[in-house]
């Protein structure tokens, strides 16, 4: 079946940015122009979206989520995470292998890509285990991982505290040239803690978690990508160290990529002085003037993109104290309206915001992905950036509910997805 896209603002970062149609045939994009003509062999069964003030652009792009199958099917399951991440507009999802069993052989990497073919929405893409059963001791078969279908590879949750297995990991990741994904915590001075170490902790009497358990290990990771020469990603920044010693790794000319999660430039540790743990995730949320740091960072490009760390829990496991709660929110179907507020605050362009959601997180992992090119695969998102909405939980497509954001009023709307040429969601 054939699509024409019509009348919308197209925008294809460094591409095309302008009024225009796009044209779509047996899930290719065909043609994206002014007032594109339509042969009339192809108006046979030609779907026609009207995408007057809308914007159209590429479908968003997660470098990092959890879809908890398989092991943690009372979480989420890769069918109701795809939901989710069409309904935010994702049409392309890296999953992280803290499951169960951990994503440390073919033998998962394949299920995990057979479920998400028979859920039929999102591009899954799955991120292999560092080491085997993500123990941080000995290294997983990373040639198997790439073989299977595994984009990237990464211990996330449980970051490799070996130094030496990590060298390892990046030097047989560079064979195969994938990203090496890490979450970036000192487990020595993190222990125990459960928050940002500050004055809101020390107020709260909360253990704390310094800023210093994630630039030790950023700074860490950076010497091993220098010694290596393989191509680094980290995770979910949030403190201004962080942001620095990427800024000037760049400028070393060391391969490495970055991200940051809505939440982290959204919110500050202020957010938890109610004890509710939908406020509590790793890394913790952080001061005013890291949130700053972040969004200098997206602003002069030393953050790449913008990533969700989706991490459903059940509602029950939230209900627990604060300290003993599990960490993680949501974030598929928040994270387009939290980076329009970038945009309404002057921090990016709506071009920037929806390069940093489309072709930079693709180019951070070579995904032939988050574009409008001619032959590409049509991918593709309608977003209405003027829409307001509160954000309501009970109405997310995802399984589980955990959000900081409940009752926020926002604006930006995700009105219709497109995977293959073929509508994911929203209605005909």
Request: hydrophobic residues 40%; negative net charge; charged residues 20%.
């Given at each position: 079946m054939n699509m024409l896209i019509r009348g919308g603002t197209v925008i294809d970062p460094g591409q095309f940015h302008g009024l225009g149609d796009v044209f779509i045939r047996a899930g290719k994009i065909e043609a994206i122009g002014e007032h594109?003509?339509?042969?009339?062999?192809?108006?046979v069964e030609l779907t026609i979206i009207d995408a007057q003030g809308l914007v159209v652009a590429p479908g968003f792009v997660d470098l990092h989520a959890h879809l908890r199958e398989p092991?943690?099917?009372?979480?989420?399951?890769?069918?109701t995470g795809a939901s989710s991440a069409v309904a935010g507009g994702f049409t392309s999802v890296c999953c992280m292998p803290n499951t169960s069993p951990v994503n440390d052989n073919q033998a998962v990497t394949e299920f995990i890509l057979s479920r998400a073919k028979q859920a039929g929405k999102a591009n899954i893409f799955p991120i292999g285990a560092i080491t085997k059963g993500s123990e941080g001791v000995e290294l997983a078969e990373i040639g198997d991982l790439f073989a299977a279908g595994c984009v990237a590879i990464s211990?996330?949750?449980?970051?490799?505290?070996?130094?030496?297995?990590?060298r390892r990991a990046?030097?047989?990741?560079?064979?195969f040239d994938l990203p090496v994904v890490d979450h970036c915590e000192c487990l020595h001075l993190s222990d125990g803690g459960c928050m940002n170490e500050g004055f809101v902790s020390t107020e709260l009497g909360m253990p704390g978690i310094p800023n210093a358990s994630e630039d030790v290990m950023v700074a860490r990771?950076?010497?091993?990508a220098e010694l290596t020469g393989a191509r680094l990603h980290l995770a979910h920044l949030s403190t201004a160290g962080s942001v620095r010693l990427t800024r000037q790794a760049k400028a070393n000319g060391i391969p490495v990529t970055a991200e940051v999660c809505p939440h982290h430039f959204s919110l500050t540790d202020e957010a938890a002085r109610d004890f509710h743990a939908n406020a509590k995730m790793s890394p913790p949320l952080r001061s005013a003037a890291d949130v700053e740091a972040l969004k200098e960072g997206l602003a002069d490009d030393t953050i790449d993109t913008i990533a969700t760390d989706h991490a459903p829990h059940a509602i029950q496991e939230k209900q627990m104290e604060f300290d003993k709660a599990p960490f993680g929110i949501v974030g598929f179907e928040t994270a387009f309206p939290l980076t329009m507020a970038l945009v309404e605050e002057g921090v990016l362009s709506l071009e920037r915001a929806i390069e940093k959601l489309t072709s930079a997180p693709a180019r951070a992992f070579s995904l032939k992905k988050g574009t409008l090119a001619v032959g590409s695969d049509a991918d593709v998102v309608l977003l209405d950036p003027s829409h307001s909405w509160v954000i309501d939980p009970t109405q997310f497509h995802s399984k589980s509910q955990n959000t900081p954001f409940t009752g926020w009023n926002v604006k930006g709307k995700v009105i219709k997805t497109i995977v293959a040429g073929t509508i994911v969601y929203g209605s005909d």
């Amino acid at each position: 079946m054939n699509m024409l896209i019509r009348g919308g603002t197209v925008i294809d970062p460094g591409q095309f940015h302008g009024l225009g149609d796009v044209f779509i045939r047996a899930g290719k994009i065909e043609a994206i122009g002014e007032h594109l003509s339509i042969a009339e062999s192809d108006m046979v069964e030609l779907t026609i979206i009207d995408a007057q003030g809308l914007v159209v652009a590429p479908g968003f792009v997660d470098l990092h989520a959890h879809l908890r199958e398989p092991g943690f099917e009372h979480k989420e399951t890769i069918e109701t995470g795809a939901s989710s991440a069409v309904a935010g507009g994702f049409t392309s999802v890296c999953c992280m292998p803290n499951t169960s069993p951990v994503n440390d052989n073919q033998a998962v990497t394949e299920f995990i890509l057979s479920r998400a073919k028979q859920a039929g929405k999102a591009n899954i893409f799955p991120i292999g285990a560092i080491t085997k059963g993500s123990e941080g001791v000995e290294l997983a078969e990373i040639g198997d991982l790439f073989a299977a279908g595994c984009v990237a590879i990464s211990d996330d949750g449980r970051p490799v505290m070996n130094s030496q297995v990590m060298r390892r990991a990046m030097e047989y990741a560079q064979a195969f040239d994938l990203p090496v994904v890490d979450h970036c915590e000192c487990l020595h001075l993190s222990d125990g803690g459960c928050m940002n170490e500050g004055f809101v902790s020390t107020e709260l009497g909360m253990p704390g978690i310094p800023n210093a358990s994630e630039d030790v290990m950023v700074a860490r990771n950076i010497a091993l990508a220098e010694l290596t020469g393989a191509r680094l990603h980290l995770a979910h920044l949030s403190t201004a160290g962080s942001v620095r010693l990427t800024r000037q790794a760049k400028a070393n000319g060391i391969p490495v990529t970055a991200e940051v999660c809505p939440h982290h430039f959204s919110l500050t540790d202020e957010a938890a002085r109610d004890f509710h743990a939908n406020a509590k995730m790793s890394p913790p949320l952080r001061s005013a003037a890291d949130v700053e740091a972040l969004k200098e960072g997206l602003a002069d490009d030393t953050i790449d993109t913008i990533a969700t760390d989706h991490a459903p829990h059940a509602i029950q496991e939230k209900q627990m104290e604060f300290d003993k709660a599990p960490f993680g929110i949501v974030g598929f179907e928040t994270a387009f309206p939290l980076t329009m507020a970038l945009v309404e605050e002057g921090v990016l362009s709506l071009e920037r915001a929806i390069e940093k959601l489309t072709s930079a997180p693709a180019r951070a992992f070579s995904l032939k992905k988050g574009t409008l090119a001619v032959g590409s695969d049509a991918d593709v998102v309608l977003l209405d950036p003027s829409h307001s909405w509160v954000i309501d939980p009970t109405q997310f497509h995802s399984k589980s509910q955990n959000t900081p954001f409940t009752g926020w009023n926002v604006k930006g709307k995700v009105i219709k997805t497109i995977v293959a040429g073929t509508i994911v969601y929203g209605s005909d």
